[in-house]
């Protein structure tokens, strides 16, 4: 066979000269593009798909959307303007090292708050690790944290963000909707991370309750299997 075929030329001149002219190109004969040619087009094309390493950096800060951008100027821009009012009034280096200390904070917790609303699972997963070293003390990132153990799409993001709660469940306004949640659940990996929530650290009455849920079996069956065992219960 061949490795050689004729060039695909167009025909629409007005003109009899220029068509004979694109009839006698359409005659010449082209060389097939060698296996070496084609790997090395592959290859530039799979390299101008790949992210460049300022797209990760973007990714990893959780800048990928303008409104985190946008925060992390506007935190740059206050950090710039405490140190320049410090700086005119001639105060020490330890007031100056606090606010440094604020700003970052500042920086990091809106930087939280944004991953926590990404449209990416895997930001909002990074948003949930980060959120739970400051849930504690913070009642937005608490907040913020709830609305995505609770009503997030991904049920291995809304698993991870359970169980980042932790101690919060004690807060009353986000116990009520983690008991809510439990007969809610329609999914039995979820489920079982609220009745874990609730096991390591619901009071006695959050507990009394988790109890006859899976007393009335309104539970999935193993989880409900699950609670009896761990209060030591008889199952049937």
């Known amino acids: 066979m061949s490795d050689k075929k004729l060039s695909d030329l167009p025909l629409g001149s007005e003109h009899a000269a220029d068509n004979e002219l694109w009839n006698a190109l359409g005659q010449i004969e082209m060389d097939e593009p060698s296996a070496n040619l084609r790997r090395e087009f592959y290859q530039k094309l799979d390299q101008t798909s790949q992210p460049t390493p300022m797209t990760k950096l973007r990714d990893l800060l959780g800048f990928s959307g303008n409104f985190g951008w946008l925060t992390a100027a506007v935190c740059l821009l206050v950090g710039i303007g405490v140190g320049q009012m410090l700086g005119e009034s001639g105060g020490d280096d330890t007031l100056r090292l606090a606010a440094l200390e604020q700003n970052v904070s500042m920086l990091n917790r809106t930087l939280i708050l944004d991953r926590l609303e990404n449209d990416s699972a895997s930001k909002?997963?990074?948003?949930?690790?980060?959120?739970?070293?400051?849930?504690?003390?913070?009642?937005?990132?608490?907040?913020?944290?709830?609305?995505?153990?609770?009503?997030?799409?991904?049920?291995?993001?809304?698993?991870?963000?359970?169980?980042?709660?932790?101690?919060?469940?004690?807060?009353?306004?986000?116990?009520?909707?983690?008991?809510?949640s439990i007969v809610e659940a329609d999914s039995p990996l979820v489920q079982l991370a609220l009745i874990d929530l609730v096991l390591r650290n619901g009071n006695q009455k959050q507990i009394d309750q988790l109890l006859k849920l899976a007393e009335d079996e309104l539970l999935f069956p193993d989880l409900s299997r699950h609670v009896l065992t761990s209060l030591k219960r008889d199952v049937a």
């Not at 944290?145 to 993001?157: G, I, Y």
Request: charged fraction near 30%; charge should be neutral; glycine fraction near 10%.
């Open 124 to 180: 909002r997963l990074r948003g949930v690790i980060d959120a739970a070293y400051f849930a504690g003390d913070d009642a937005e990132i608490a907040g913020a944290l709830l609305r995505r153990a609770t009503e997030d799409r991904v049920h291995s993001v809304r698993a991870a963000a359970i169980d980042a709660l932790g101690p919060q469940i004690g807060i009353p306004s986000i116990g009520r909707k983690i008991m809510d």
